[in-house]
């Protein structure tokens, strides 16, 4: 088991350390050509202000993108007191009152919206010592499905493992966090970190492909729909 002793809070905007910091940020063993590449990605999660999303609350997440109040959804959380459960809930902003539930938890979680509100990215803090990814495909309407054989933390600790060569064994604690959708939802900005005994592994940015379900330092991927003619700034 996992040990019990404290860390910050999971999505504490304060524990990210800013392109001011990247000696801080990224791991003195990274080989050169990926420490260039780790640091435009951490640039880039700078720039993104690490956590996506608008929303007029701590609970309530929507896509970057604008859309109309008849098509723009809103991820809301609320807390089922008969339960015992905090319930991820779907509406539109035309139609606030009418909701569809998307996911039942029990501790805390954020919310990052892909730009055409496809897919949903839920940072789960399922325990103290551990955190996961789960992603959510829209269907009909304002319904998400959670899709199935994804495992983040997996993903993170296989790149971990072959360009550290440190094992997610070694941590008793482990975190992964989605920060940032690329423009044509293929792709999601994340970062892991953690630590053991010993050891701490402060910042770790990787880019996941949803086609693939690998993780990986390319962070070209993330920018191949980033520039769109015709169209503006939003």
């Excluded at 966090?177 to 892991?192: F, G, K, N, P």
């Excluded at 996941?208 to 330092?217: F, I, K, N, Q």
């Amino acid at each position: 088991m996992r040990g019990r002793a404290g860390f910050p809070a999971l999505w504490d905007g304060a524990s990210f350390h800013g392109p001011g910091n990247l000696r801080n940020v990224m791991p003195a063993r990274l080989p050169k050509p990926w420490r260039l590449q780790t640091a435009l990605i951490v640039l880039l999660a700078s720039a993104c202000g690490v956590v996506s999303g608008r929303g007029g609350s701590p609970d309530s997440w929507t896509s970057e993108s604008w859309f109309p109040p008849q098509e723009q959804v809103v991820i809301t959380s609320r807390r089922d007191a008969k339960a015992g459960e905090k319930v991820l809930e779907a509406s539109l902003a035309s139609a606030p009152a009418e909701k569809r539930e998307i996911y039942r938890y029990s501790r805390s979680a954020s919310v990052v919206v892909s730009p055409d509100q496809s897919f949903l990215a839920m940072n789960h803090a399922y325990c103290s010592t551990d955190s996961t990814i789960l992603l959510f495909r829209r269907g009909k309407g304002i319904s998400y499905a959670l899709i199935k054989g994804v495992n983040l933390p997996e993903a993170a600790g296989a790149l971990l493992m072959e360009k550290l060569k440190l094992s997610t064994g070694d941590l008793d604690h482990f975190y992964v966090e989605a920060l940032q959708w690329s423009r044509d939802d293929a792709r999601l900005l994340c970062r892991a970190f953690g630590h053991g005994d010993g050891i701490g592994l402060h910042q770790f940015f990787f880019v996941y492909d949803l086609a693939t379900g690998r993780a990986g330092l390319d962070l070209t991927s993330m920018d191949k729909a980033a520039v769109e003619k015709g169209s503006s700034s939003r």
